[in-house]
């Protein structure tokens, strides 16, 4: 038995990824966690008393969405007079998340004028996660 790419790259236990796993009489790949690189087509050929079998295999992994980091609080956009104070503040999601203001990046505009702090009209709080 014998596992290849359908490039011809043949796939044995020197070889393999570590997190490909053949089955003790090889009629099983195991591939796990599967990852985006893996998607491939897979070919198993068997040679039985001369008679030569082969078997096809299409993997396709699908990419997870990226986790979402950080979450808008309240409504945008952020409508106030002239005059009057506003703050802007996003919320971290997730607990296993640690962020410091440098982390954050506020920009204004269409253009994303990246936000001047060292006027003393917009201040950031919050760890970062806030402007005012």
Known sequence: ITWMHMSGDVI????KPDHFEFSEDMLTLTINPADITDANEYKMEIVYEGVVG????????????????????GESPVVVKEGEC????VEVVGADSTFSAGDFKWDSGLV????????????VINGGKSIK
């Open 12 to 15: 044995n236990l020197e070889n």
């Open 54 to 73: 082969a078997c096809l295999f299409e993997l396709i992994v699908n990419p997870v969405p990226p986790k979402k980091l950080i979450e808008l609080v």
């Open 86 to 89: 506003a703050t802007l503040s």
């Open 112 to 123: 994303n004028t990246p936000i001047d702090f060292s006027s003393d009209k917009i201040s």
